[in-house]
Nanobody, 126 residues
Framework: QVQLVESGGGLVQAGGSLRLSCAASGRTFGSYAMGWFRQAPGKEREFVAAIGRSGVTDYIDSVKGRFTIFGDNGDNADDTMYLQMNSLKPEDTAVYFC?????????????????WGQGTQVTVSS
């Protein structure tokens, strides 16, 4: 069982930066793929970025070059995953969710990810 807790959301002006964190219970890196999804009001939940069990990464085109996903094997028993978001745009406004999947091959389909955090709001003003 994996428990995920996001933090780091907030209000930022267009062009600004935010770093989202996802604290995962236990040692997840290597056993789970970790990803970020987002959901804007009235829209479907969409894939943003993921890092696989082998370390391979995947990004949607709209965030390539602006967002970076990376992980940190901390000194304690838990792992933390981050999403560094630069050059933010108003269209990035959404609730961002951290997710984990035990599948080896990365997938962008939300229903293939078995574990979810509670979400953190990101609002980008123009």
């Amino acid at each position: 069982q994996v428990q995920l807790v996001e933090s780091g959301g907030g209000l930022v002006q267009a062009g600004g930066s935010l770093r989202l964190s996802c604290a995962a219970s236990g040692r997840t890196f290597g056993s789970y793929a970790m990803g970020w999804f987002r959901q804007a009001p009235g829209k479907e939940r969409e894939f943003v970025a993921a890092i696989g069990r082998s370390g391979v990464t995947d990004y949607i085109d709209s965030v390539k070059g602006r967002f970076t996903i990376f992980g940190d094997n901390g000194d304690n028993a838990d792992d933390t995953m981050y999403l560094q978001m630069n050059s933010l745009k108003p269209e990035d406004t959404a609730v961002y969710f951290c997710a984990a999947s035990s599948t080896y091959i990365l997938t962008r389909l939300p229903d293939r990810w078995g574990y979810w955090g509670q979400g953190t709001q990101v609002t980008v003003s123009s």
